[in-house]
């Protein structure tokens, strides 16, 4: 299904003469919450903007949240107490709130090249496992 998709888009760039060319850098990645943890598409991107889909599983018994943290720290090893991570000792970049089971949100960031981060940060889904790295490349 994603493979057909993609040759749509590759064939519908080239019938109309779009050459990406080397800093094109306008990147959506799919995004799934799931109620242990956090599925992305990709874990590397380029560095520009970003746009993430995100989608909540329909089997989810409550709304998740996305929250982007830029760190070098690994992704199960962010400062946290009583089950959440100490988002303001952390350098947060955005936070798309609340999605409910089988809905979806959109957002859009500019990212520098480095590590990220990307929790629910809801009291406990973090120690569950709704956490996952993302590289950004020059
Ligand atoms: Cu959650």
Redesign the pocket.
């Known amino acids: 299904m994603h493979a057909t998709h993609r040759m749509t888009l590759i064939a519908i760039v080239v019938a109309s003469g779009m050459t990406p060319h080397a800093s094109w850098s306008q990147q959506t990645v799919n995004a799934t919450?799931l109620s242990d943890s956090i599925q992305l598409e990709t874990h590397t991107v380029k560095a520009g903007r970003l746009t993430l889909d995100i989608r909540s599983d329909a089997n989810n018994t409550m709304a998740?949240?996305l929250v982007l943290i830029k760190t070098n720290l690994p992704d199960d090893a962010l400062p946290a107490s009583k089950g959440q991570v100490l988002e303001h000792k952390l350098k947060k970049i955005g936070e798309i709130e609340d999605v409910a089971p089988g809905k979806s949100k959109r957002a859009s960031f500019t990212l520098a090249p480095g590590h990220y981060v990307l929790i629910?940060n809801?009291p406990g889904?973090y120690a569950m496992g709704?956490h996952t790295a993302l590289v950004v490349t020059p």
């Open positions: 919450l998740h949240e629910c809801k889904h709704m």
